[in-house]
């Protein structure tokens, strides 16, 4: 597995977790990386992504402002901290790489996947 994923967990609504992504084969160091979320049935849906040195950031609109994204490139790892979480944001988190070093939102231009971490959200 080139990328893993972890720190989902259970937490109730308001409250705040970091998921972290490490790049153990530092596969995805000079690409853009992102965070997507799936819940079973539905389809795997963007959350997050970052350029190659962390200058360019974007978020989905359900997320903006409350998710940050951001990567330690010393240390191989992608982050996103989430705070204000809502029951809406229950899904498994999933970190990818890009093809590209460029800032991609489309989950058809990244090319590796960790393996998921759940996070769910009690009301």
């Known amino acids: 597995v080139q990328l893993q994923a972890s720190g989902g967990g259970l937490v109730q609504a308001g409250g705040s977790l970091r998921l972290s992504c490490a790049d153990s084969r530092r596969t995805s160091s000079n690409n853009g990386m992102g965070w997507f979320r799936q819940i079973t049935g539905k389809e795997r849906e963007f959350v997050a992504a970052?350029?190659?040195?962390?200058?360019?950031?974007d978020y989905s609109d359900s997320v903006k402002g409350r998710f940050t994204i951001s990567r330690d490139r010393a240390k191989n790892t992608l982050y996103l901290q989430m705070n204000s979480l809502k029951s809406e944001d229950t899904a498994v988190y999933y970190c990818?790489?890009?093809?590209?070093?460029?800032?991609?939102?489309?989950?058809?231009?990244?090319?590796?996947w960790g393996q998921g971490t759940q996070v769910t959200v009690s009301s």
């Open positions: 990818a790489g890009a093809r590209s070093s460029f800032l991609v939102t489309s989950r058809n231009q990244y090319n590796k």
């Open positions: 970052i350029d190659w040195n962390g200058g360019r950031t």
